[in-house]
């Protein structure tokens, strides 16, 4: 068995019980990919490591790329593909492989969404995003950062070593929705209270800011995602610099680190 296969195992459960579709907004992509964007990835060959059911492929797609290829560990590559089906696109493909190992001719941006903070290695993953990046192409990832998730390490982390355990069932209806329940009152209050500089010391202020756009659907496909994978690392900053320094094929310079919504990380750059 591959060392990711009971968390890729556990996310397609996750993606293979959403209704058909992008389970993500335009903007939520969008803010996602900052600083890359339509520009970047209009005539490109893209490559998404770790796409689960398609939904940021759908939106990806929209941006006009030459072509769009998504992997993934997981069976969520059928929902993926029945997804892209329905789309109307016809330059993509969906294949299953292990991320950490896949190899490739290279592609002009690699990217990977979610994915590198669930592996054993979470590493080995990045440099394989880095390796399957051609000369001159870009490359950006996203992850949990340790940096302002405290209630989130303290509080759920240690709920998510036991559901893990659990059928899915028991933990999206089971756990999932009740505990999600008091975050989505707290999110829509603090969304619909006055931007005072009282309210930004308070937990997860960025982030409620953010999330409480969306419907109670959203934020319990969240809470899901954290409690059914066996392993999740929350990254500092500092791990962050260390990937980006050490990897001899990354241009000094053109890297960049970006803290999104007081609670993750966006990086990347240019690879020579």
């Not at 005072?196 to 959203?218: D, H, T, V």
Request: include cysteine; charge should be neutral; charged fraction near 20%.
């Amino acid at each position: 068995m591959k060392a990711d296969q009971r968390t890729a195992d556990a996310f397609a459960f996750s993606w293979n019980n959403l209704p058909p579709g992008s389970v993500y907004t335009e903007d939520q992509v969008a803010d996602w990919f900052s600083p890359i964007g339509e520009r970047e990835i209009r005539g490109a060959r893209v490559l998404e490591m770790g796409c689960g059911n398609g939904s940021l492929m759908l939106h990806v797609l929209r941006w006009a790329p030459e072509w769009l290829d998504g992997i993934d560990l997981g069976s969520a590559v059928g929902s993926a593909m029945d997804n892209l089906k329905a789309s109307g696109f016809s330059n993509w493909s969906v294949h299953q492989d292990d991320m950490t190992s896949h190899e490739s001719a290279g592609y002009e941006l690699v990217y990977s969404i979610g994915v590198l903070h669930h592996l054993e290695d979470p590493k080995l993953g990045f440099d394989s995003v880095v390796r399957n990046t051609r000369a001159g192409g870009r490359f950006h990832c996203w992850v949990y950062a340790r940096e302002g998730n405290t209630v989130i390490i303290r509080i759920v982390d240690p709920i998510r070593r036991v559901a893990t355990h659990l059928p899915w069932w028991l933990t999206k209806y089971g756990l999932a929705t009740p505990l999600v329940s008091p975050f989505f009152v707290y999110a829509k209050l603090l969304a619909a209270l006055p931007r005072l500089q009282l309210f930004a010391s308070w937990p997860l202020y960025e982030y409620s800011m953010w999330i409480a756009r969306r419907e109670f659907a959203f934020f319990r496909h969240v809470a899901f995602d954290q409690l059914v994978t066996p392993r999740t690392v929350y990254f500092d900053r500092a791990t962050i610099e260390g990937w980006l320094r050490d990897n001899d094929r990354i241009v000094p310079g053109s890297t960049y680190i970006i803290m999104r919504n007081g609670n993750s990380w966006k990086f990347g750059g240019q690879v020579r």
